[in-house]
């Protein structure tokens, strides 16, 4: 079963569709022993990120020692980072090395919404079948600065960044792979598919 994380931040039945959707067994719950036994763990999120972060205290150990597939999703994913300036500078999960940061003011429109390429850096399971340059749809005003090495994706928005990473079990995405069409849902079949389930 693929659990979604349920820690009172928006977005929870788009991504429980999508799966369901592409085959996959998907449940929502904030029940800590639901999550322990997780084939696959979804954190998914929209919104602001120390209100996030102070809600998702009471499973971050959960999430950080999981030994399954965690896929986060725009807030989802800049919650891996160590680090965000989002309202201040305020601690995330450290999973994968990095800081969360405004876009400058003069990249144009902020929040940067809508349907936007990705440039694809290393080959990753849930990217199978994803052609590089694909169109998925953003809804975000911060993005995650991290190393190179943990750079699955990058987008071009007045200027480059960081669309989606990884770091051994966890994938983030700062894009909504839910509401990107086609190629989002192979992204999800490809995170059922890891998940076994």
């Not at 799966?19 to 904030?30: L, R």
């Not at 029940?31 to 972060?53: N, R």
């Not at 190393?147 to 989606?164: K, P």
């Not at 069409?181 to 192979?186: F, Y």
Request: proline share 4%; hydrophobic share 40%.
């Amino acid at each position: 079963m693929i659990t979604i994380v349920d820690y009172g931040v928006g977005n929870l039945r788009s991504i429980h569709k999508a799966i369901e959707f592409v085959g996959g067994n998907a449940v929502v719950t904030s029940d800590a022993g639901v999550i322990e036994e997780a084939d696959a763990i979804v954190l998914p999120g929209v919104g602001a990120f120390k209100p996030a972060m102070d809600r998702l205290k009471s499973f971050e150990k959960l999430i950080k020692d999981a030994n399954v597939p965690v896929m986060g999703i725009c807030l989802g994913m800049q919650l891996f980072a160590t680090e965000s300036e989002e309202g201040g500078l305020y601690e995330g999960l450290d999973v994968i090395p990095g800081r969360v940061v405004k876009f400058p003011a003069d990249v144009g429109k902020i929040p940067h919404m809508g349907w936007n390429q990705i440039k694809i850096h290393v080959e990753h399971p849930l990217l199978e079948g994803v052609k590089d340059g694909s169109y998925v749809y953003f809804v975000h005003s911060y993005h995650m600065k991290t190393d190179s090495e943990h750079v699955l994706s990058t987008t071009d928005y007045g200027i480059e960044f960081v669309s989606a990473v990884f770091r051994d079990n966890f994938v983030g995405f700062q894009f909504h792979p839910e509401k990107s069409g086609r190629e989002g849902l192979k992204i999800i079949k490809n995170f059922v598919k890891l998940a076994g389930k």
